[in-house]
């Protein structure tokens, strides 16, 4: 099997748009809620507030974000996040940031070069280092988030607040429900949903 080049722009800007349409959704959503749903936590530990997983989701765009242009030069490592705690409280200026995000995806192939670099992934204090490419790491920023929007979902239907069935599902399951809905007349999905509300985010 033949790689394609992860470097050309004809494969990275799928890649981007759908972040792109991720984050964007994201946005919407929490237009739509009030300041006390997004800062209100939940868990024994209090670990769980859709702020927080907000705050995570940010996080990791803006530490990709700040290595894209600069590729073997400096290694990406998730683990050195901002955690900027204002994020979690502050509705207001957290989708002020995913604007910003959005903005800066949408300029990446034609303000930040390409290129490969490398990525540090802390495993029980043991770093290794690994190849990595904007493209991978745009898959891997695409599903994180997704997967965050998911107990995002989950966390404001417990709250009362309407969630749109589409909301936090990968884009390969909803075009599974599109297929079974035409294949079955209009019946879909066993596929798998929203995510279970066990991962705390740090």
């Known amino acids: 099997m033949t790689l394609p080049d992860w470097k050309a722009e004809e494969f990275v ?7 792109m349409h991720t984050l964007a959704q994201l946005t919407a959503f929490l237009e739509s809620l009030d300041d006390a749903l997004y800062r209100g ?8 507030s859709i702020g927080k997983h907000v705050r995570h989701v940010i996080d990791h765009y803006l530490t990709f974000l700040g290595l894209a242009g600069k590729g073997a030069d400096e290694a990406l490592d998730y ?3 901002q955690r900027d705690v204002a994020l979690e409280e502050d509705r207001e200026s957290a989708i002020h940031c995913l604007v910003g995000l959005a903005r800066e995806l949408s300029g990446i192939l034609r303000d930040k070069p390409v290129k490969p670099f490398v990525l540090n992934h802390n495993s029980e204090g ?10 991978r790491e745009l898959v891997f920023l695409a599903n994180h988030t997704v ?3 998911a107990i995002i979902g989950l966390l404001a239907e417990q709250a ?3 969630v749109d069935e589409s909301f936090g599902v990968n884009p390969s399951t909803l075009r599974y429900w599109a297929q079974q809905e035409e294949k ?18 740090s």
């Open 41 to 48: 936590v939940s868990g024994n530990r209090g670990q769980h």
């Open 13 to 19: 800007s799928p890649i981007i748009d759908e972040n």
């Open 160 to 162: 009362g607040q309407q």
């Open 79 to 81: 683990e050195q996040r």
């Open 184 to 201: 079955n007349g209009g019946s879909k999905k066993s596929a798998c949903n929203n995510a279970g509300s066990g991962v705390s985010v």
């Open 147 to 149: 997967h965050h929007m």
């Open 126 to 135: 043991h770093h290794q280092l690994f190849s990595s490419s904007v493209g």
